[in-house]
C-alpha cells in the first residue's frame, strides 16, 4: 500500500472521497439552513477540505441511546422508527445514500434500509422481515453510514459512521405443556402431609438416641464420682490412722 499523501503543514490528506481537481466543493452551493430545516439539503455531494474542519457526527433523535436500559423491541410484532439529525454547520458534504444497519450478538450484520442522503428518519418492519433473516434475541449495534460503508475514514466536513445506539430484541413463544415421564404435575399434592408422616418416625428416633445417649453420660459420671468418693474415703482414713500413730 502507498504512503498517505501529505499536505503542506506536514498532516495527512483525506482522499476518501476527493473529486477531481482541488476545489472546495462540487455540484451544489452551500446555504446555511434554518433550524427547522433539513440539515443535509443544500451541501455539494462531493467535496474535500482542510484537516481543521471535523467530521459530522449523527445526532439521535430517536429511539434515545441507552447503554444501561436499551430500547427494547419484540421480534415479529415492533415497528422500529429511526430518527436522526446532525449539525448543519458543520456537515459540509450531503451523502449519497445512507444506510440503516443492525449487528446481532453474533456479530452477523443485518441490513434494515437504504434511505436517500437527505433522509432524517428510516423505519424498519420487525413483522415483514426478509426470508431467510431470523433475528436471535439479544442485543443489537445500530450502524448508520453513507456511501463510504460503516468503516469510511474519518473526512472533514464528512457524516461518520455511526455505532452509538444499542435496541434489544426480545421473543415470546407459546406455551407447551410436557408430557415427557419427569413431569408431574400432581407429584407434589398433598406434601404437607406426606412430609409430616415421613418426618415423625424420623422424630422418633432422634428423640430415642439423645435420651440414651444421656442416660448413658450420666451412668457414667455416677461411676467416675463414686470411684471418686471411694479415693477420698481412703485417703481420710490413712491420714486418720497416720494421726493416731504419732499421738
Given amino acids: 500500500m502507498p504512503p498517505p499523501q501529505q499536505q503542506p503543514g506536514g498532516g495527512p490528506m483525506n482522499t476518501a472521497v476527493s473529486p477531481p481537481g482541488n476545489g472546495t466543493h462540487a455540484n451544489a452551493t452551500q446555504s446555511v439552513p434554518p433550524n427547522n430545516a433539513n440539515p443535509f439539503v443544500g451541501k455539494p455531494t462531493y467535496a474535500s477540505f482542510s484537516n481543521d474542519i471535523p467530521p459530522a457526527y449523527l445526532t439521535w433523535k430517536k429511539p434515545i441511546p441507552n447503554q444501561t436500559f436499551p430500547p427494547l423491541y419484540k421480534i415479529g410484532v415492533s415497528n422500529i422508527t429511526f430518527e436522526w439529525t446532525v449539525d448543519p ?11 440503516v444497519a443492525l449487528a446481532n450478538p453474533q456479530k452477523q450484520t443485518f441490513t434494515a434500509t437504504v434511505v436517500p442522503g437527505t433522509a432524517t428518519s428510516a423505519n424498519w418492519d420487525l413483522a415483514h422481515l426478509q426470508p431467510g433473516s431470523p433475528l436471535m434475541v439479544g442485543y443489537y449495534t445500530v450502524w448508520v453510514y453513507d456511501q463510504r460503508g460503516p468503516k469510511a475514514f474519518p473526512s472533514p466536513g464528512w457524516l461518520m459512521p455511526d455505532s452509538r445506539l444499542v435496541v434489544a430484541m426480545y421473543s415470546t413463544e407459546a406455551y407447551v405443556g410436557r408430557t415427557d415421564s419427569m413431569f408431574c404435575p400432581t407429584c407434589y399434592l398433598g406434601g404437607g402431609s ?24 450420666i451412668s457414667i459420671l455416677n461411676y467416675f464420682l463414686v470411684i471418686f468418693f471411694f479415693i477420698e474415703r481412703k485417703r481420710e482414713s490413712y491420714f486418720f490412722n497416720d494421726y493416731l500413730v504419732d499421738i
Avoid at 199 to 213: K, N, Y
Fill in 194 to 217: 406426606s412430609f409430616r408422616e415421613s418426618f415423625l418416625p424420623l422424630l422418633t428416633a432422634v428423640g430415642v438416641a439423645i435420651f440414651t445417649s444421656a442416660v448413658m453420660i
Fill in 89 to 99: 454547520n458543520v456537515l459540509k458534504v450531503q451523502p449519497a445514500n445512507l444506510t
